[in-house]
């Protein structure tokens, strides 16, 4: 039986304990910057432009926002910043977080690019995983289509069967390698046929060890049952299932295509609800933790409190692959080297790319800070916290 473990979130010389001092003010800088919505959005705004006119800020990018959120412009530079991860017994996953034109072109080499990832990552024993978004390697608008029961023309039905075939190729290398494979989630509206590729590859990959994970939206009003239908498919057809859970992603998206469209919204109808349902997600995954393999995508303290707790009720191995932690490079630091210290299976994704080309990806990062109740106050409280206390044992 796994040795409990007591863990306090507030454990600030373990939280930041691969900062420097310096590394610590730049992390100041960043959050208060971030604390501040209509500073953040300025700031964002005015990169945008800065790098449309080429200017030079890479070097001002790279000791802010892009350094702090983002591992390098390349897989080799990522590398360094996932090694220092593991020093602390953290793993990674290197992704990839460039959005393609979405033409043929852009599939093929997004497609190689993921697969130098875990080529290299296999070489190390701390970057478990890989990482892919199915509307990197195909055109999302076929997808659309099937999903909605529409029969595709000659040239969509080509172009689809090589996003299939990318798709396979990327979980072909993973279980070659010897790794693991993360399936990001998308809108409803193409979910099911992206589904439909990740469960054929499960029932492909899946059969000795978990290779492949789905990711399950808990926002969504029917994930529960989504998951739990997973689960008895997986059996019935003799496969492990991979199951990653987040809160979600496209919440407003969402809701204004539902809006606009007149049908029902498949968002929980409040944060109560999604919290619940992520929690009876979890227990239903590590409740049957001998077919069903967890990650727990959260920074909710409470929600990787709860895994802890499960973990120890339906005795699983802290260090077996039946659990992982996942946070965000540069997000939640306190959760994930705290947990990592205890012993507990922790992964941050550490995304790459060209500074110009991950723009989105850190927009996003800065909208999701100042828009999630309390997560930019709570980190740059943190941050404050820690810096006082470095200042008085100094003295």
Known sequence: MPTKQTISFENLEVAFASKSDAELRKMHLVFSLLNNKTLSDIGIALTHVALKLKFPIKWIMKQTMFGHFCGGETIKESIKACEKLAQYGIEAILDYSVEGKGDEESFERTTEEIRQTMIESSKTDYMPFGVIKVTGLGDYHNLIKIQ????????????????????????????????????????????????????????????????????????RHDMLGRLKKAKDQATEKGYLLGAKLVRGAYMEKEAERAEKLGYQSPIQPSKEATDRDYNLGVEFCIKNHGSVFLMSGSHNENSNLLVVDLMNKYEVNPKSDNVFFAQLYGMSDNISFNLANAGYRVVKYVPYG????????????????????????????????EMKRRKNSKQ
Request: proline letters at 3%.
């Open 148 to 219: 909605a029961g529409e029969k595709l023309i000659p040239e969509e039905l080509k172009a689809y069967e090589k996003t299939k075939a990318r798709v396979d190729l990327l979980c072909k290398t993973a279980y070659s390698l010897n790794l693991k494979i993360l399936i990001d989630a998308e809108e409803s509206w193409f979910q099911d046929a992206v589904d439909d590729l990740v469960y054929e590859a499960m029932e492909k990959y899946n059969q000795d060890r978990c290779v492949v994970y789905n990711t399950y939206q808990m926002y």
């Open 354 to 385: 060209p500074v110009e080309k991950v723009m989105p990806y850190l927009t996003r990062r800065a909208a999701e800070n100042s828009s999630i109740a309390g997560q930019s106050s709570r980190e740059f409280e943190l941050i404050k916290r």
